[in-house]
């Protein structure tokens, strides 16, 4: 099982981004149950807390992104989702899908001025 990342890139301040994370080879009764969730790293620092999802769809947000961003999953494809509006500056780092005690690979999202 591996976690697969996409949909990062560069975009100008107040613009929108869709994350996509594939559980690749998960089975629907170990994925469907268990919490994912995305965590981001800008240069220079720690690695932190972003979004998570719970089975039952219970989603959860950092303070910085509460209004901006939603994470959503469809069990069907095994996928989880990082909606990202407006977008600050701030927002800029690399993205990690987290789950199933995997981390993915990491994607690449820009926010320019």
């Known amino acids: 099982v591996r976690l697969v990342e996409s949909g990062g890139g560069s975009v100008q301040a107040g613009g929108s981004l869709r994350l996509s994370c594939t559980a690749s080879g998960s089975i629907t009764s170990v994925f469907n149950p268990a919490v994912m969730a995305w965590y981001r790293q800008a240069p220079g620092k720690q690695r932190e807390f972003v979004a998570s999802i719970t089975g039952g769809r219970v989603a959860n947000y950092v303070d910085a992104v509460k209004g901006r961003f939603t994470i959503s999953r469809d069990n069907s494809r095994k996928k989880i989702y990082l909606e990202m509006n407006s977008l600050e500056v701030e927002d800029t780092a690399v993205y990690y899908c987290?789950?199933?005690?995997?981390w993915g690979q990491g994607t690449q999202v820009t926010v320019s001025s």
């Open positions: 987290r789950g199933l005690e995997l």
